[in-house]
């Protein structure tokens, strides 16, 4: 089994606070991905990464930058996190390389801004 | 622009009653679609994908081309089906660009 986990379940930061999500998958795929997901508008990607050290743009990516330094690591940094950033954000990772294109999730980190 | 529209933000229906949820999509190339389904305090989680052509759970769905669509259907919704359901686009052979529609709330009522 796939295991995408996530390093809080639950996070509270103040306004203009740097924050860290970080995501780590234990079956050496290539993509990792980190989505939002907000009532109403389903998710939403803000970054990918196809390789260590490569990174793509999503539709959202404003406020965020990410880091992965290894293949089975992807963070997410919110550099001031602000009001408008409160959301459930989800990591994920797939293997194109092994013909899975299907993406395994992880639970999910609450993030609340205040 | 790569698209996935699930007209339905929420859709209740009666326990053994048939369910269809409904996608569509606009895509330019070869798309792979897929069903996720996220339970009440579970992970998103795969449902199905279209190349598979399988029936999970009793759920099926199937690609039309023609009309675009990637709906996802069952004969006789069970209060266990009772989740958030999302259809999801890659392209072939590369998965590494996802979309996502906006979700369907699915309430099977008992």
């Known amino acids: 089994d796939v295991k995408v986990t996530q390093s809080s379940r639950y996070l509270v930061k103040r306004t203009g606070e740097k924050v860290f999500l970080e995501c780590v998958q234990d079956m050496d795929h290539e993509n990792m991905f980190w989505y939002r997901q907000d009532p109403g508008l389903g998710l939403r990607l803000i970054y990918f990464s196809y390789d260590v050290k490569m990174k793509e743009k999503g539709d959202i990516p404003e406020g965020y930058s990410v880091s992965r330094e290894k293949k089975e690591r992807f963070s997410l940094i919110l550099e001031s996190a602000s009001t408008n950033q409160t959301s459930m954000y989800l990591c994920?990772?797939?293997?194109?390389?092994?013909?899975?294109?299907?993406?395994?999730f992880g639970p999910g980190t609450r993030l609340t801004v205040t | 622009a790569q698209r996935v529209t699930q007209p339905e933000k929420l859709l209740s229906v009666f326990k053994g009653a048939p369910v269809e949820l409904k996608c569509n999509y606009s895509y330019s190339g070869s798309p792979e679609l897929f069903w996720y389904v996220q339970y009440s305090r579970q992970r998103l989680q795969l449902l199905l994908r279209?190349?598979s052509r399988e029936s999970i759970k009793g759920f099926t769905a199937d690609l039309n081309k023609g009309e675009t669509s990637f709906h996802l259907k069952k004969p006789f919704a069970q209060e266990e089906d009772s989740a958030m359901y999302y259809c999801a686009l890659t392209r072939a052979n590369t998965g590494n660009q996802f979309y996502f529609g906006t979700g369907t709330s699915l309430t099977v009522i008992p």
């Open positions: 279209h190349i």
């Open positions: 994920a990772s797939s293997s194109p390389g092994q013909g899975k294109y299907e993406q395994y």
